[in-house]
Every structure is written in C-alpha cells, then in structure tokens.
C-alpha cells in the first residue's frame, strides 16, 4: 500500500501561484518520473508528497491515507536531495544511520539491527569501502550514492528523488541510470523521481509525467510520451532531438488539405483530412520528427528550399536546422558532410508520422 | 595569534596606555626676541600640571620665548623608558628633561651638573624651597632646577572640623579619632580619601606614611632632622619592612580602611581628591599642587573650606611631608654647544614670573618663596603659603622615597603586597613579611648585598 | 635535473624577502626575548650579566607569578565563556528575519571598534563608587554599593563583565556568517528525519558549526589571555592581585620596574604555555582533522 496520489492539489508562495488543482497518481511499486522544464513546478509536487510543503488545497495521499497534516518523519518516506544534503560533519557509515539512530525511531531500529542494514545498503550501492570517510572527502558521484543510501536505509515503501543525478558528469549519470533501473527492479519501491532530463526520464521511468507551467500536460509510460505526445509541449520537449513543432498554414485545394511548406505545398496525408472534414483551421502545429526529415539533390523533383541554420556534431551523426519558410526543422544526417551555416539546401518532408497540433490549444488533434 | 609580538604589544599598549596620551606640538617660530632668539627647544615631559599647563599656552610660551618649543608629553613609565633610551644614545634627542625627585639616584649617571651654571648666571637658588632644591643635589652635583615639586600634604575641611569641635589633626591618633567621629556623620561623608589602590598608588602611600612614623622603607643614614638621600650605600638598602615602625604603619592603615569611602581599594591620585572635592570624606592626603581641582573649580563643595597640615605623625614620627615632583634636568649626551641655551631656557620657566604664570591656568604649585607670598597667587592657590611654611619649618622632605633605582620595585611590591591586606586577603602581618622576603631578594639581585 | 635545481634556486629567491621578513617580525623578537632571560638586565643600568636559567628558577618560585597564571586562567575561562554564550545566543536572535535586524546588528558590533584601553576608562568610571553610573543607579534602587573594583569576590567579574561587552559582538560576528553559511538542504533533511528544533540544534546545527566555533573560541582565548588594557585602567591588579593577570605583571616588571630578564623570562613562559594549550586545543578538539 504505497500508491502516491494527489488529488486536485494547488500551491501558491504568496500571490504566486504554482499550479492548480493538479491530479497525479503514482501507482504502487511503479517509478514515476516528473519531468519539465526548470520552474514548472515539478519539484514543489514532489515537495508535497514530501511534506516539505504542505499544498494550500486539495489532498496529498500515500497508500490510500491523507497525510497532508502529517510531519514528514512520519509519512514512511526515503527521500534524496539535489545538493545530496548530507551531513557535512559526519563520516558516510554515520550519515547512513542517522535516519535510524534518530530519536523518533529510536525503536523502530535496535542496535544490533543497525549495523547490518548499512553494510547491506553500503554493498548494495557499492560504497561499502568508503563507509568511515567524511563526507567532504567523497566525489559527486560517491556523495550522490551516500545519499541515495540515506533515503533507502529504513527501506522505504516510497522514495523521492530530486534530481538525483543532474549533477554527475555524463558518464557517471549513465551509470546512475542503469543502476537507479537495478534497485527499483530489485526494491520495487514506489519511486517518484524530478528531472528536467528527458532523456534521463526515458531512460528510468515507469511512467512520466511531463509538466510544464504548472500543468501536467501528459502521463504515459515513456514509450506512449515519446511516440505520441499529447500535446505540443511535449513533442518538442521529449525525444532526442525531439521532433520540429512548426506553425505551418493550411490550404484547402480540391478536398486535398495541404500544408504550406515554404511555398511549396505538401499534401496532408489521407487519414489527417478525416479531422478536418467539417472546419479548416487556418493554421495547425505541426510535429516533425528529424528523421522524416531528408535532404534531396536539388536536382529532384519539387524540394522544399531550405538553408542551413545551424549545425552541429552529436555522437556520431550530424544535426541540422534547417529554415524552411519562417520555420526551422530538425534534420539529422547519417552521413557526415561538411555543412555551412547559410547553404542552400533542398529537402522532402514526410507527414506521414507527423503529429498535429490545434495551434490554439496545443492539443493534439488524435486520429 | 601566538606571543611572538608579545614584547612589542606591550610596547605599544604602555604607549597607548598611560593616562594623558601623548602628544607633540611643533609650531611655527614666533619673533626672533626673548630667551629663544629664534631657536628651536626640545623639553621631554611628565603629564603633570605644569607641563600641561604649558601646553595649553603653547602660543603664548613660544612668543615669551621668541623661538620654537617643542613640548613631548609622555606618561609616567613611557617617559621613564625614554629617558632611560635617550640617555644610552650618543647625542641627546632632548635639550631638556623632567625628572621625578625620587628618580635622580637611577638618573644621575647621565646629567649634567648644574651648580656652574647656577652660579655664573646668578640665580637666586635661595629662593627656592630647600626641600626642593636639595632634592636634586646628589653627589655633590645639583642635577636639577625645581619646576613642580610639592608635596604630599594633609588637607581637611575646616568646617566639618569646626562643627564637630575637632582640632586640626597633627597626629595618627588624631585622624583616626576625626575620621570616627566624622565618618558617616553626614550623609556620603567618609572619614577620610588617600591613595588605596594596587600598584605605584599604595606603594607611594606605604613610603610616605612610613615616613611620617619615623623611618625610611630601606634602612638610610639617620642625620640631623631626618635622611640622608644624598648618599646611599648599597649598606643602605636593606628593605626595613618588618620593623616596629613598619608594624605601626600598617596598623595605621588598617585603621583607615574603617573609615574610608567605598571603593578605597581602587582610589588614586585624582579621584581622592575629586571625592574629598565633591564632600566624599572629610580629610585626604593630597600633592598639593592638586588642590587645583577644587579650588579653581566654583562647583566643589570643598572650596574655600579647607586647611592644610603637614603629613600627620605617627606615634614615634616626625610631622614631614614627602616632598615630590618635577624637576628640569640637561642629559650629559646633550652637545656642548647647546648646553647654555638649555641653562637659559631653565632658568626662564623655574622663574618667579613664570611659575606665577603657572598658577594661573591651574597649577597650584610654587617652590619659590618670593612667588609664595604673591598675593595673587594666594588668592588663587590658598595652599600655597600652608606649604611655604611647612618649606619654612622643615617639614618637608625628600627621603621618604629613597632616590634608588629600585624605587619603582618597591612602590611596587609595597602597593601589590599590602594590598592583600587591606583588602582582607591576608594578615597585615604575613603581607609585611612578604614584602620584606621580596624587597630582600630585590636588593640581592640588584646586587647590593 | 640540472633543470630542477635550478628551478628551486629561482624559488628560494622568489620567497627569500618572505622569510626574511618572517624571521625579522616573528623569529628575531622571540629569540631576543630568549635571550634577555637568560640574563640579568635592569633597563638603563649597564649591560646584561649572563645568569643562566636564575630567571626561570625565580619564576618558579615566585608565587606572584603562580597566581597570575591562574588568575589569567580563570579570567580566559569565564570571559570566553560569557563571550561565547551571550554571542552565540545573539546571533540567532540575529539571523531572524525582520525589518531593522541589520541595522540593530551593526549598532550591536560597535564596541568592537573601540579601543581597549577606552573601553576600559569607561568601565572604570561605569564601575567606580563614588561617580559610577552603575552603583548610582543600584542606590537609587535602595541597595547598597557593590565594589565593582574592589570587591575580592567581584573585581575579576567586572573586568570579565567589561572584556565580554566589547568582544562579544565579535563572537556574535562570527557565529552569524557561520550560521549564514549553513546549506539550508540539510536542515530538510533533518525535518525528514524527524528531528525536532532542539534536537536539529544539537545534532545538526552545533555540529555544523563547530569548525566556526572552535575557531573562535581559540581566537577569543589567545586574545583574552593578552588582555592587559582593562585590568590597566580598571585595578591595576587589585584588589588584592585578584585581577592581576600575566600580561599585567609582565607589564610590572618589565615595563615599571624595568626588570627585563625576569619578564622576559614570563614572556617566554607565557609563549611557551600559548603554544602548548593551542597545539593541545587544536589536536584534541581538532579543527582541521574533521574535514581532510
């Protein structure tokens, strides 16, 4: 019984509000993940189930019991900090057993238990040989780990990660990953964890839960988020590179819907016209993935103009931006060549996984 | 963090400490008349009254003078350390120097003798109190012109005596039945203020009313009428603190701690005579020069209203006043070629006119007879002529602070040991006896026996 | 190799004028002082005679010396107590957040700014019996005067009294960046961990803290125990040598009575107490060994 649900939740620091009335279930034994953009409130949600924070309307519930009005101690929670928070003056071995020598669980965890728990953690998170160092004397990483040792030492049903691993250098936050993934496999603790790191999210989550501004703009097992963002916010913001969200206008010409691309009109493919039999909007958002995104001789019939708006190297392929009318496409090219900021170009864009947007709303317009 | 700079903290914290500060002026050259002729004059001095007095007529001093005086006012142990500095350099820095009666016998190695001069210049050294001027005669040699030198004395409030049908006490056995009968006879009104704090305060008194029962605290050449400060010998060093004398001292003491105002245990030279100003006690010890403090100031309660005797006598004692103070000296490094304008400059401010001049702005002091019965000075400083007379009668003396360079030493084991008495920490007895033990070892390790 | 050498004569030259500069101010004065109390030397009269350690076995059996020791002692002690007590107390009143708090914090650090040897003169007149306003006001009340400076009982306490008024702002200082400085995350942790305010104080805070306050407490104890300006202006020693601490009559003898080797003899006694108690400090309690 560890489901973590908020139930129409609002938070304001002062006049500002954060988010309102906001609803979001984590399931027992799962790993949710809240992802957004830095400000989007995603921290201060976790905060609340934390306790840390108290929410100025709605409930807060973990397993099925209110505890809006309960102390943090008390909610049966492990919960690791973005800064680690460590106890700067103690070794790693008395960090660990600080949480179970505190005064109110002085009975909850003998002596002779103890011991035995943080040889336990320590083997299990690696740092069994670091346990009588101070804290000062360990790396980000061996501290990330202290930390993530603390939040799990009274074995938690549910475990709060705020960024956890933001800090670490990229091979290590690799690392962490995968071993995040381990633990909760082995620990089937309900996690919730903040990221602003999609690709982290991705990567770990059970489920996400994409935020942005104070909304929750889509919860899905990662899969679902990634193939079929619910809105446009989350198209451009999950995925790597994620997929083009461009303001394209919209033309009816002999019941075929075609989108304006630089001058050059494409055909909406058949199955979108169904959404639009009644009304036509003038103008839709539309989701391009990179990789329905070709470059073409210039030679080849009708390509769309485009020049090279930037252009950058990423792991062993080449990313570009290319500007198409008013618009920039992502476009990643499989081979390396050598692109200048300027070229001309010419491209083909194919719709057929394209995503669309009501360009009001953002909403995508489902099929 | 750590000692290292200790000594020279200290150095500093003594600079900054002593009471008065320090302070130089150095003024531009007035006219080219007068006893300067354009010169320039470096006088190291006491922050006592006089020279504070010519501090504060600086101006008018330099155009007296016609020429630049440059006036160093140190504190007491500062300008010891100076004097001492200065007179282990090759050439003085200093054309003149104030020294303490009791400093000569540590000083006199180095000054000049002034007896020639005295002589050829034709001044009239009769007029100065005896006292005063035999002070500075060590050796054979007159090492100093008096400048400020009073003594220590005994003021009471006529008035109070008057009410109380009490005859002016000339006798231990006479204050202390005045002090009884006065003590808390009014409200605020103690018997009586002198100096009872630790340190050089309690010392001074220690020596000084062991003079007036009899005895010097080192055991000098007993000659007619008193002392003889002019020639110790090392024989003469030995510390007389467990005598009879001694004994009777202490008791003496003891007895005037009942009827003491509070805080006697921490009470020194101006602030006896402030509360004795304000109508705290009814009798003080006092440096008469200090009489200033109330008799110049229109507010004091004791203005006006008070007599003046010499140090009371305890039972086998001599009614004798400790005669102290300043005197200008010329160190012996000083260049020939400067000497006589220091002469000249000496014998311009120890004269009549100006010690008058003095009086004006606060010193009441006057080792000079003919400035002493200058009825204008009266008028300002009444305890003038009281000290003239007891200059006249031979009741003012010198050696009951014996010119050795020890005197220091002794004022301040005397002031750090019976101070234990009086505060009750110890029997006057066993403080009399340790201040023997240590004044002993003192003299032994100085050498001297 | 040859490279090296040379390198290292580059550097020694570079850091010469450092040294240099060290041995003039920190090592030639001790060595002095050394010196000097290895002889006899009364300022102004000849020069030293070579007494070997005759100082030293004096100082040993000079009682006065004993009990300044020990005065200096209890003094440290209660002073830096009070010190750090009411400033540690003070800068968590400070750090509450409320309009006007820095402005009360800067008037409350002004006796720092004051000289010691003023700061004494006032206390002296605060304190006296006859004009202080002190005593006044205890009249006023019906009671009767305290001798604040002359009581055996008392006089140390005053000088205690008026050293902790001027640096226990100092103390408050420091303690107040220190709390500053603290990670605010680690007090959530705390709350996560269920402890309650004085349980956080105990067990997170003080700990914290307590390079900051070891730190200030060493540099309150090595200053006070050089305190000589009050007990200057204040007693002088008395009443009866109670308040008469080392520096005191170190001043005493070297500096009135001019006997330079025997306190230069208690200086270096003095140096080589500091040294000892602040390696013994600085080992036990252990700045320093905590973190690295």
Same mark, same amino acid.
């Given at each position: ?14 006049g ?9 279930t984590?399931?027992?034994h ?11 409130g995603?921290t ?13 309307e ?9 505890v ?13 900090f973005?800064?680690y ?30 011991n035995?728990?943080v !040889?336990d ?45 933001t ?5 290590l936050?690799y ?7 381990t633990l ?12 602003h !790191?999609?690709q ?16 929750i703009?889509?919860?899905?097992p ?6 079929n ?11 790597d ?9 919209l ?8 989108? !304006? ?17 009644n009304?036509?909007?003038p103008a ?5 993935r ?20 930037s ?10 931006m290319?500007?198409?009318? !008013? ?15 300027g070229d ?24 | 963090m ?21 302070s ?9 008349e007068?006893?300067?002729n ?9 922050g006592?009254p ?19 005086i440059?006036?160093d006012?140190?504190?007491f142990?500062?300008l ?6 200065n ?10 120097i ?21 002589e050829?210049?034709? $001044? ?13 005669y060590?050796?054979? $040699? ?6 400020q ?6 003021a ?26 006065l003590?808390g006879?009014k ?7 002198w ?5 050089t ?8 009313? $062991? ?7 080192i055991? $000098? ?19 007389q ?5 001694a004994?009777?001292?202490a ?6 701690m ?15 005579v ?16 200090r009489?200033?403090?109330y ?8 203005r006006?209203?008070?007599?003046y ?39 311009w ?48 003396a010198?050696?009951q ?12 084991i005397?002031g ?7 505060a ?12 023997q ?7 032994r390790r100085?050498?001297?026996? | 190799?040859? &490279? ?11 850091i010469s ?17 050394? &010196? ?7 300022f102004?009269?000849g020069?030293p ?8 076995e004096?100082?040993?059996? %000079?009682g006065?010396f ?8 209890k003094f ?6 009070l ?5 540690f107390a ?9 309009r ?29 019996e ?9 009249t006023?009340?019906g ?6 400076l ?12 008026? %050293?902790?008024?001027q ?12 709390l ?17 305010a ?70 270096v ?10 390696q ?5 309690v252990?700045?320093?060994?905590d973190?690295k």
């Amino acid at each position: 019984m560890s489901e973590v649900r908020f139930s129409e939740v609002s938070k304001r620091f002062g006049g500002a509000s954060v988010f309102e009335r906001i609803d979001l279930t984590c399931p027992e034994h799962k790993y949710l993940c809240l992802l957004g953009p830095s400000g989007c409130g995603k921290t201060t949600l976790m905060r609340l189930a934390a306790g840390l924070e108290s929410p100025d309307e709605g409930d807060v519930m973990i397993g099925g019991r209110r505890v809006n009005d309960l102390p943090p101690a008390d909610r049966n929670i492990g919960m690791a900090f973005q800064n680690y928070a460590l106890y700067p003056m103690l070794s790693v071995r008395e960090n660990l057993t600080f949480p179970l020598r505190a005064p109110v669980r002085r009975r909850a965890w003998p002596e002779s238990k103890i011991n035995s728990r943080v !040889d336990d953690i320590a083997q299990l998170l690696r740092i069994d040989w670091l346990l009588d160092r101070p804290i000062a004397t360990l790396s980000g990483g061996q501290q990330q780990r202290v930390a993530l040792g603390r939040a799990l030492i009274r074995n938690p049903p549910v475990l709060l990660l705020d960024e956890p691993i933001t800090h670490l250098d990229a091979r290590l936050r690799y690392e962490m990953r995968a071993e995040l993934k381990t633990l909760h496999a082995k620990l089937h603790t309900t996690t919730i964890h903040v990221t602003h !790191d999609q690709q982290e999210a991705l990567a770990v989550a059970d489920l996400i839960a994409v935020m942005n501004a104070g909304r929750i703009e889509q919860v899905g097992p990662p899969v679902e988020v990634y193939r079929n963002p619910n809105t446009a916010f989350v198209a451009g913001f999950v995925g790597d590179p994620p997929m083009s969200v461009v303001r394209m206008p919209l033309r009816a010409t002999e019941g075929c819907l075609q989108i !304006d691309f630089g001058g050059r009109l494409l055909d909406l493919p058949e199955k979108f016209s169904q959404a639009f039999v009644n009304t036509v909007p003038p103008a839709l958002l539309i989701g391009i993935r990179p990789s329905s995104v070709n470059l073409v001789p210039s030679g080849s019939p009708a390509p769309i103009p485009a020049r090279v708006y930037s252009h950058e190297m990423v792991g062993r392929e080449l990313q570009l931006m290319l500007s198409v009318g !008013d618009s920039l496409l992502r476009y990643r090219s499989p081979d390396i060549r050598h692109f200048a900021v300027g070229d001309e170009v010419a491209c083909d864009v194919n719709l057929d996984n394209a995503r669309l947007f009501d360009a009001e709303t953002g909403v995508a317009i489902i099929i | 963090m750590h000692f290292e700079n200790k000594q020279s903290w200290i150095k500093k914290a003594a600079a900054m400490a002593v009471a008065g500060a320090v302070s130089s002026i150095a003024v531009a050259p007035a006219s080219a008349e007068g006893v300067l002729n354009g010169e320039t004059i470096r006088i190291l001095a006491i922050g006592d009254p006089v020279f504070q007095v010519m501090q504060r007529i600086h101006g008018d001093l330099e155009e007296m003078a016609g020429g630049t005086i440059e006036l160093d006012v140190r504190g007491f142990d500062v300008l010891r350390q100076q004097v001492l500095l200065n007179a282990q350099n090759d050439v003085s820095n200093y054309d003149l120097i104030s020294v303490d009666l009791p400093q000569f016998g540590e000083y006199k190695g180095f000054l000049v003798d002034l007896a020639g001069y005295v002589e050829s210049s034709g $001044m009239d050294w009769q007029d100065f109190h005896e006292a005063a001027w035999t002070g500075a005669y060590h050796d054979q $040699m007159q090492l100093g012109i008096p400048i400020q030198p009073h003594p220590e004395i005994f003021a009471y409030r006529v008035d109070l005596f008057e009410e109380a049908g009490l005859e002016p006490p000339r006798t231990t056995e006479q204050v202390l039945a005045a002090a009884k009968a006065l003590h808390g006879s009014k409200d605020g009104l103690s018997g009586i203020c002198w100096n009872g704090a630790r340190g050089t305060p309690l010392g001074q008194t220690i020596t000084m009313v $062991m003079g007036s029962h009899g005895l010097p605290v080192i055991a $000098m050449d007993a000659i007619e009428g008193g002392f003889d400060l002019g020639n110790v010998r090392p024989e003469n060093m030995h510390p007389q603190m467990e005598s009879d004398t001694a004994s009777e001292m202490a008791a003496y003491l003891m007895e005037l701690m009942k009827f003491s105002p509070p805080g006697i245990l921490n009470m020194a030279w101006d602030e006896r005579v402030r509360v004795f100003a304000q109508g705290g006690c009814a009798m003080t010890y006092i440096w008469s020069g200090r009489s200033a403090i109330y008799e110049l100031d229109e507010d004091a309660e004791a203005r006006g209203k008070v007599s003046y005797l010499p140090h009371p006598a305890g039972p086998n004692g001599l009614n004798v006043s400790t005669l102290g103070g300043w005197f200008l000296s010329i160190p012996d490094n000083l260049p020939e070629d400067r000497r006589d304008l220091a002469w000249s400059v000496t014998e311009w401010l120890t004269s009549p006119e100006m010690m008058a001049e003095y009086t004006k702005h606060g010193n009441c002091v006057a080792p000079r007879h003919s400035v002493s019965v200058d009825e204008e000075v009266v008028a300002r400083c009444p305890v003038i002529p009281f000290v003239d007379a007891m200059a006249t009668n031979g009741e003012i003396a010198g050696w009951q602070r014996p010119p050795v360079p020890e005197i220091q030493q002794i004022f301040d084991i005397l002031g750090a040991e019976f101070h234990e008495a009086l505060a009750g920490a110890e029997s006057p007895e066993d403080a009399l006896k340790e201040a023997q033990r240590q004044l002993d070892r003192t003299m032994r390790r100085a050498g001297y026996y | 190799m040859k &490279y090296f050498r040379e390198k290292r004569r580059i550097a020694f030259a570079m850091i010469s004028p450092s040294i240099l500069v060290i041995v003039a101010i920190n090592i030639f004065p001790i060595l002095f002082a050394v &010196y000097i109390s290895l002889h006899l030397w009364s300022f102004g009269r000849g020069v030293p005679r070579f007494a070997g350690f005759l100082n030293y076995e004096e100082l040993y059996y %000079d009682g006065r010396f004993g009990d300044a020791v020990l005065t200096s002692a209890k003094f440290v002690f209660f002073a830096v107590l009070l010190e750090f007590v009411v400033g540690f107390a003070l800068a968590f009143l400070f750090n509450v957040k409320v309009r006007g708090m820095a402005t009360l914090r800067q008037i409350a650090v002004l006796p720092i700014m004051v000289m010691p040897i003023v700061a004494g003169l006032v206390w002296f007149y605060m304190f006296n019996e006859n004009f202080g306003v002190i005593n006044w006001l205890i009249t006023l009340l019906g009671s009767e005067k305290v001798g604040f400076l002359t009581d055996l009982d008392v006089a140390l306490f005053s000088i205690v009294l008026a %050293d902790a008024w001027q640096w226990t702002p100092f103390v408050m200082l420091v303690m107040f960046a220190a709390l500053q400085s603290l990670p605010e995350y680690v007090y959530e942790a705390a709350k996560m961990d269920g402890l309650n305010a004085w349980q956080t104080f105990w067990r997170v805070t003080i700990p914290m803290l307590r390079p900051s306050i070891m730190i200030v407490i060493l540099l309150r104890i090595v200053d006070s125990f050089k305190m000589i300006e009050l007990v200057f202006m204040m007693t002088q020693g008395g009443p009866a040598g109670r308040t008469e601490v080392l520096p005191w009559y170190l001043y005493v003898t070297g500096f009135q009575a001019l006997d330079l080797g025997f306190a230069a003899a208690m200086a270096v006694s003095m140096l080589i107490l500091v040294t000892i108690f602040t390696q013994l400090f600085l080992s036990r309690v252990g700045i320093g060994n905590d973190n690295k």
